[in-house]
């Protein structure tokens, strides 16, 4: 199975950043697809962005102020929250794809992290 732990979710003013990790266990994060979701009160699970052989793709709601990225050495993927909206809050979630397809739906993912809060106040 695979671990993940999620960290640095937080409060921030609106334009701000944030810089959220995930850490896993077991195989090295370079050989799995990660994605990041995220659930707002009263909405559905959705996709916000992945990591995989494929590159890099990003909801447009959060592309050019979101980046995801890895640190290998670490096993551990980021996402880095710049110029943040009000509409980001949520709790954030990472999530291993273990068959690195590159994925947008949740389903393709089998293993997730416990969440972190991420609030942004206007």
């Known amino acids: 199975q695979v671990q993940l732990v999620e960290s640095g979710g937080g409060l921030v003013q609106a334009g701000g950043s944030l810089r959220l990790s995930c850490a896993a266990s077991?195989?090295?994060?370079?050989?799995?697809?990660m994605g990041w979701f995220r659930q707002a009160p009263g909405k559905e699970r959705e996709f916000v962005a992945v990591?995989?052989?494929?590159?890099?793709y990003y909801t447009d709601s959060v592309k050019g102020r979101f980046t995801i990225s890895r640190d290998n050495a670490k096993n551990t993927v980021y996402l880095q929250m710049d110029s943040l909206k009000p509409e980001d809050t949520a709790v954030y979630y990472c999530?291993?794809?273990?068959?690195?397809?590159?994925?947008?739906?949740?389903?393709?993912?089998?293993?997730w992290g416990q969440g972190t809060q991420v609030t942004v106040s206007s």
């Open positions: 990591i995989s052989w494929r590159g890099t």
């Open positions: 999530a291993a794809d273990l068959q690195n397809t590159g994925a947008y739906s949740a389903y393709s993912y089998e293993y």
């Open positions: 077991g195989r090295t994060v370079s050989s799995y697809g």
